[in-house]
């Protein structure tokens, strides 16, 4: 049997999932968590096979999530299920830690055949994903690929206005860590200004245009 916890900040997607997954005979959904300290919690109560993970959850990030989970529970695989489909936020996940990762755009049965896929140790990813894997190993590394998982949820949080104190808060970190992590980002990006800094996140498809703000 696979057990399978879904990690979704609406309610609504995560009971259409629930209903499309327990139709399976061999798939059990043993819980649901909407933030990543819920999953935490979550994947030490119910010890699941496969986690579902959306990327953006009720403070701190699927990326958080995903690293904390593994933390708790190491066996665990993990099926990221996102709307973004940027090469930031693919190559972000499998640093993280992430097995596969598919969009929201794709089929049912994709996402049933990932999941088997991802419990039997191996990967998936949804064609569009792994054309952007093929082209990021071409190209060789980024600038975007230099960050750390952490560094990139702290840009991309920066650019969506947020504060380094609520940065902080939400990451369960000290706001003098925070701003040593956007003094470490700007060294990478060569960036001297938090502009620059919106300029980047916005070109490489971390925040959606009408999202991205600057802070001061």
């Known amino acids: 049997m696979i057990r399978i916890v879904l990690i979704d900040d609406h309610a609504i997607v995560r009971t259409g999932y629930r209903r499309l997954l327990s139709a399976e005979p061999d798939f059990e959904v043993v819980g649901e968590a909407a933030s990543a300290d819920e999953a935490n919690a979550l994947v030490l109560r119910t010890l699941p096979t496969v986690a579902v993970v959306d990327l953006s959850l009720k403070g701190s990030s699927g ?5 904390g989970m593994l ?26 830690g ?16 990932a999941i088997r896929r991802i419990a039997g140790g191996r990967r998936a990813f949804s064609p569009e994903i792994a054309d ?16 750390t998982p952490r560094e990139f949820e702290v840009l991309r949080m920066l650019a969506r206005g947020e504060s380094a104190s609520h940065i902080a808060d939400s990451m369960h970190l000290s706001q003098k860590t925070i701003l040593n992590y956007l003094s470490l980002i700007r060294q990478k990006l060569d960036a001297d200004s938090d502009f620059k800094l919106l300029h980047f996140a916005v070109r490489h498809g971390m925040v959606e245009l009408g999202q991205a703000t600057t802070t001061h």
């Open 71 to 96: 933390a708790r529970h190491p066996a665990l695989r993990i099926l990221v299920l996102s709307m973004h489909d940027g090469a930031g936020h693919v190559t972000q996940a499998l640093k993280s």
């Open 63 to 67: 990326l958080e999530a995903i690293r």
């Open 132 to 147: 952007i894997l093929a082209g990021e190993a071409i190209v060789g590394e980024t600038a975007l690929n230099a960050l």
């Open 98 to 113: 992430a097995h596969g990762y598919l969009t929201k755009y794709c089929e049912p049965d994709e996402v049933i055949d």
